[in-house]
């Protein structure tokens, strides 16, 4: 997972600066061209009107070195803008001397000092990254949308009209069968088969009354 990085983008560069070099803020810098160099970043090659390279391995990020290979304690940072020179950067100082202590390496500390904010340069722009951690959204999940029932509504509908209306049949025919009954004359016992709506049929036992 790379350091800093936001739902896909370096949105944390100063984590994945400090990351990168092994080092912390208020640490003691005296080794600092070694700990630069030996991350590998790209010297700071940009002209004036120069896009920045976002696939230049460390997200369009630079390293500023001098006309000798010296490493210089700087970075520089991508933008989408240019500066009062026209330079696409925004230079990052990371170190800073310690107060108080006379001007050789031993009184120097890391630090994040933004020069981009008193040179008057455009905001820094991240690039895409991979491995990122994305940030939970907030904003609860909608809920999902409940499925059509009027198709099943209705066949419940009908089927209970369908019910309604056999019921209907059968109390007419029960109702008939009485009536046949009542006309009958029988000299005997004796039984009958009666079909109820088609399919289903009953027994009736007839027993001649005096």
Not at 4 to 11: Q, R
Not at 82 to 109: C, F, H, K, W
Request: glycine share 12%; hydrophobic share 35%; proline share 11%.
């Amino acid at each position: 997972m790379t350091a800093g990085c936001v739902n896909g983008m370096l949105e944390n560069v100063e984590e994945y600066i400090w990351t990168l070099f092994g080092v912390r803020p208020g640490q003691d810098a005296r080794n600092f061209a070694a700990v630069f160099n030996r991350a590998g970043m790209p010297t700071s090659q940009q002209e004036p009107g120069d896009r920045p390279n976002y696939a230049n391995g460390f997200h369009g990020i630079t390293l500023m070195k001098g006309a000798i290979g010296d490493v210089r304690g700087v970075i520089h940072l991508p933008t989408n803008g240019p500066d009062g020179n026209g330079y696409y950067t925004r230079q990052i100082l990371l170190l800073r001397r310690v107060s108080g202590a006379d001007p050789d390496p031993e009184g120097l500390v890391y630090a994040w000092v933004d020069r981009g904010a008193m040179d008057g340069a455009a905001p820094y722009a991240p690039g895409p990254c991979d491995g990122s951690q994305p940030v939970p959204d907030p904003t609860p999940p909608p809920m999902p949308i409940p499925p059509d029932l009027s198709p099943v509504l209705h066949a419940i509908a009908d089927l209970r009209q369908e019910q309604t209306t056999g019921i209907t049949m059968l109390g007419q025919q029960i109702e008939a069968v009485g009536k046949s009954v009542e006309g009958l004359k029988f000299a005997g016992v004796g039984s009958m088969r009666i079909p109820i709506l088609g399919t289903v049929h009953f027994a009736i036992t007839l027993t001649r009354l005096p």
